[in-house]
C-alpha cells in the first residue's frame, strides 16, 4: 500500500482545522469518501438521475442498470450466493431491526432466548429488547472475559437449546475485538438458532466471506466503508428471507395489488419499499471497487498495524488506559486519570485531531467497564504512523494542560 497515493484520493485530508493539519481519527463512526465515489454519485446526479425497476426510457434503464449492477458487486464483495440474498437498506441499524421485525418477531414465543454480549452496539441491543418485550423472549447477555473477549467454552454454556437468535457484533467499535464469528454459528446451529452479526465494524477492515462464516444474517453499512452514508446491506440466507415477511409496505415491492390484499414482489424487491437509495447503492458499488482495488487484505494488515502501534505508544504514557485486549483491529479506546473524555476530544480537536468521545452508543458495555465515557481513536487505510505521534503528543499536551489548571 502507497499511504501517500491513497491519501492523495481524499481530497478533505487536505485540510487544516484550527491552524492545524487535519489529522482524521474517527473512521469507526464513518471514514471519509474518495474522489471516485463522490464522482459516481455525481455522475449519476448529473447524468442518469432516473427512478428504478419501474421505467422503460433510457435514464431509467442505466440507473436500474447502475443499482443492480451494485448489488452484484455487493454480493461477489461478501460471497453471497445470490442477488437474492441481498438487500439494501439505509444502514446497519435498519438491517439489524428487519431481522428483529420480520424473523425474531414472528418465529420467537415465551421461553425462547436471545443471546447478545455486553459489547453490542445500541443497535444490536435495542431491536432485541423490543422482541422479547412484545414475545416473551427472554434476552441473555454471555459474559465476556476480563479482556474484553468471547471464550467459546462461556458461550457452549450460554446457548442451549432454548435459543433461536444469537446476535453478535464481528468487531466491537469500542473494544477492536475480532470475535469468533465462525465459531458462534457453528455453537448456535448445533442448538437450532440463528447467528445474525452486526458487520459495521468488520467489513471495511477486513474480507467478509458470509458462506465461510455460515451466519444466517449479516448486517453492515456503507459510510464506515468509503461510501456514502444512508446505504447499507443485510445479507440474508435466501431460505429464511422467503419465508420472512416484509416490514414495510408500499410501492417497489409489491406484485400485485387488489382492494383488500396484495402479494409481494420476490427476493430481494420484497424488502425494498418505495424508491429505492439508488445514488446511495452506486456510490457503494465504487467504494467496493476502491477497496478491492487495494485489497482487503492489505488494508487489514495496515489496519492492524496501526492499531499495535498505537497501543504501544499510548501504553507508554501514564495515567492512560486502554481498554480491550492487546491483538486488535483499527482503533483505540482510552482514558485519561482525572480528564473527562469530553475535554480531551477538545483540547485533541485544538490541534486539528479528530477522535471521538462518549459512549460510543454502547452503554452496556461502558457499564460494563466501570466508566462513563472514553476516548476513541479509530484508523482506516489513509491513517500515517506520523498521525499517530501527533495523537501522543496531544494526548501528552491534554495532560499537562489539566494538570496546570487542577
Known sequence: MNIKDIRSQFPILDQQVNGRPLV?????ATSQK???????????????????????????????????????????????????????????TTALNTVAQGYARENLS??????????????NVIPWQQVARKTGATLKYLDLQADGTISLEVARRTITPNTKI????????????????????QIAHENGAIMCVDGAQSTPHMKVDVQDLDCDFFAFSGHKMCG??????????????????????????????????????????KFEAGTPIIGGAIGLGAAIDFLEEIG???????????????????????GLHIYGPKERTGLVTFTIDDVHPHDVATVLDADGIAVRAGHHCAQPLMRWLKVSATARASFYL?????????????????????????
Not at 233 to 257: A, C, Q, R, S, T
Request: hydrophobic residues 35%.
Open 382 to 406: 489513509y491513517n500515517t504512523e506520523e498521525e499517530i505521534d501527533e495523537l501522543v503528543k496531544g494526548i501528552i499536551k491534554t495532560k499537562e494542560y489539566f494538570s496546570n489548571v487542577f
Open 228 to 269: 456514502p452514508t444512508g446505504i447499507g446491506v443485510l445479507y440474508g440466507k435466501k431460505h429464511l428471507l422467503e419465508n420472512m415477511e416484509p416490514v414495510e409496505f408500499g410501492g417497489e415491492m409489491i406484485d400485485f395489488v387488489q382492494l383488500h390484499e396484495s402479494t409481494w414482489k420476490e427476493l430481494p424487491w
Open 34 to 92: 474518495p474522489i471516485r465515489v463522490i464522482e459516481a454519485l455525481e455522475k449519476y446526479y448529473k447524468e442518469y438521475n432516473s427512478n428504478v425497476h419501474r421505467g422503460v426510457h433510457t435514464l431509467g434503464t442505466r440507473a436500474t442498470d447502475g443499482y443492480e449492477g451494485a448489488r452484484e458487486k455487493v454480493r461477489k464483495f461478501i460471497n453471497a450466493k445470490s442477488i437474492e440474498e441481498v438487500i439494501f437498506t439505509r444502514g446497519t
Open 110 to 123: 415465551e421461553g425462547d432466548e436471545i443471546v447478545i454480549t455486553h459489547m453490542e452496539h445500541h443497535a
Open 296 to 318: 482487503l487484505d492489505n488494508i487489514n494488515a495496515h489496519d492492524q498495524k496501526l492499531a499495535q502501534y498505537a497501543y504501544e505508544c499510548m501504553g507508554a504514557i501514564e
Open 24 to 28: 482524521y481519527l474517527d473512521s469507526a
Open 166 to 185: 444469537v446476535s453478535i457484533m464481528h468487531v466491537s467499535n469500542v473494544l477492536g475485538v475480532i470475535n469468533p464469528i465462525k465459531e458462534l454459528a
